[in-house]
């Protein structure tokens, strides 16, 4: 069986300062792991993923999570907030070489001037 | 075309009426997904098709819901007898392989 948990439903960080939004998975198998985000009024895109190579995953617009086999974890990080980071982030996993994929409930970000 | 489509892009209609959802999903893409999302929540899982084998029905809310796909082609999600609590936007994904899936724009359903 699959799931998979965003720790926080909203988090607030400064513009500038460094943002982290969690996520813990459970998995049977060896999973895949997605972040996507969701600005306001557009549609879902992927931000990264992870499929069993590195475990420090780079995105674009600057994020990056590592995969914590030991931890059960998937966090996302950005060391500097840009005011256009402020979406929706939802956490995804798959089990590898499967199809069936669960997304998280979402982390709202917010990111104040 | 170069990504997901779905139509209509909106839809109002009134309770109890039947609506019917389509997705036309990239060329080639072997899954195909439904998804819906309720106002400020995140995506919920309807059903996933992967080819010919039988869908994967489990996250499908009542027997109102159905969806059939034709080979690796269009989808059409249908809701009969709909009501209030049906409100929301239906996204369609599509994917090949391990690779990400890759999402259409949603049809935003209001019932009246």
């Known amino acids: 069986a699959q799931s998979v948990t965003q720790l926080d439903s909203h988090v607030s960080v400064s513009e500038g300062t460094p943002v982290l939004l969690r996520c813990n998975y459970s998995s049977s198998y060896s999973p895949s792991l997605f972040w996507y985000v969701q600005h306001p009024n557009k549609g879902l895109q992927l931000l990264l993923k992870y499929t069993s190579a590195a475990t420090l995953v780079k995105g674009i617009n600057g994020f990056e999570a590592e995969f914590k086999k030991s931890e059960t974890s998937f966090h996302l990080t950005k060391p500097s907030a840009h005011m256009s980071d402020a979406a929706e982030y939802f956490c995804?996993?798959?089990?590898?070489?499967?199809?069936?994929?669960?997304f998280g409930a979402g982390t709202r970000l917010f990111v104040k001037a | 075309g170069a990504g997901v489509s779905q139509s209509p892009s909106n839809k109002v209609t009134e309770k109890g009426k039947d609506v019917e959802l389509r997705c036309d999903p990239i060329s080639g893409h072997t899954a195909l997904y439904w998804y819906r999302q309720r106002l400020g929540q995140g995506l919920e899982f309807l059903i996933y098709f992967q080819g010919n084998s039988a869908p994967d029905k489990s996250g499908l809310p009542s027997d109102r819901f159905s969806a059939e796909r034709t080979g690796e082609s269009v989808s059409t999600l249908t809701i009969q007898r709909t009501q209030q609590e049906d409100s929301a936007v239906y996204l369609c994904?599509?994917?090949?392989?391990?690779?990400?899936?890759?999402f259409g724009p949603g049809t935003r359903l209001t019932v009246t």
């Open positions: 995804v996993v798959s089990n590898t070489g499967g199809f069936k994929t669960i």
């Open positions: 994904a599509s994917r090949i392989r391990l690779g990400q899936q890759y």
